[in-house]
């Protein structure tokens, strides 16, 4: 039989699914698995993943960003194949694989394939690290912010999410657009933007699908730009979000998109994000974000 480590975040989607079950998932798929949980600090103290065929990850964009941690800091010759069981509430990398979570019926079919993933990494600022998801300016950083205010640990995944787009509207419709210099592709953008994001996944926050064509496994980020002029637009999207409108609706209108492998670039506001994580205090100064790629394999169905 295949060897596998487990790694689970308890913690994750409400606790709705314990070790037991993710075990048997493991073992219907044919691996026998040591279990680590992220809450323990000695199971990460014995976290080897080389000694095993694959890795089985149980939880949130948030345990993604930790097990990549772990795993580009250790990197040998090729990746270790990560088997994603998403069980947070938002899944931005899972959506962008186009895996279902646990919560609607997980299977491990054989129709999946192995996915390069690349990952970005930002120089230039007191903050420098890597990501997988997206790093940007603007409404996002923001909306991380101000839900750090709100104890969500009542509501269920889709209500918590419905909320995120309910005070990322209120955010948007206050928000105070900041000048921005992006040197890219040989070409120099200046402007006051909502939002300007390098997205490597198709969904950011809470489910809102920004860059329908990013491809994490295609070496490019998207460049997304939500110009100040195109406020109004972009709160009736988000308004037809709440409403509870498809994920299909149309971004042309207020969204400008640009494929590129690295961006230079200038914002005016004094907040970042890189993935989730919030940078209160950053300085004004050039940032340099660029492409990695191909560092870690997950198995999906793009």
Do not use: C
């Not at 592709?185 to 809102?208: A, C, D, H, R, W």
């Amino acid at each position: 039989m295949k060897t596998a480590q487990l790694v689970h975040n308890p913690s994750a989607g409400k606790g709705a699914h314990g070790k037991k079950k993710l075990m048997e998932i493991v073992k219907e798929a044919g691996y026998s698995a040591d279990y680590i949980s992220t809450k323990n600090p000695e199971d990460w103290k014995n976290f080897n993943p080389y000694k095993a065929d694959a890795i089985f990850l149980a939880g949130g964009d948030g345990t993604v960003h930790k097990l990549a941690e772990r795993l580009l800091k250790t990197i040998k010759d090729k990746s270790i194949p990560i088997h994603l069981l998403p069980l947070g509430t938002a899944n931005n990398v899972a959506r962008t694989l186009k895996i279902p979570t646990v919560l609607e019926g997980h299977t491990l079919d054989a129709k999946r394939s192995l996915i390069n993933f690349d990952y970005g990494r930002v120089k230039g600022s007191a903050h420098d690290g890597f990501f997988l998801e997206s790093v940007g300016f603007g409404i996002f950083p923001q909306l991380i912010h101000e839900m750090k205010k709100y104890n969500n640990k009542e509501l269920a995944p889709n209500e918590e999410l419905k909320k995120a787009v309910q005070v990322l509207l209120k955010i948007v419709d206050e928000f105070e657009s900041q000048k921005t210099t992006i040197n890219t592709n040989g070409i120099t953008i200046k402007g006051k933007f909502l939002l300007v994001e390098l997205m490597n996944t198709q969904y950011m926050g809470p489910n809102i699908k920004l860059a329908p064509y990013a491809n994490p496994s295609d070496g490019n980020f998207e460049l997304v730009l939500i110009p100040h002029q195109n406020k109004e637009e972009l709160k009736n999207y988000l308004k037809e979000i709440i409403n509870g409108k498809s994920d299909n609706l149309s971004l042309s209108k207020f969204v400008k998109t640009i494929r590129v492998k690295d961006v230079k670039l200038k914002w005016g506001g004094s907040k970042m994000h890189v993935d989730d994580n919030l940078i209160n205090d950053y300085s004004g100064d050039k940032v340099k974000i660029e492409i990695l790629p191909s560092a870690l394999s997950f198995y999906g169905n793009i």
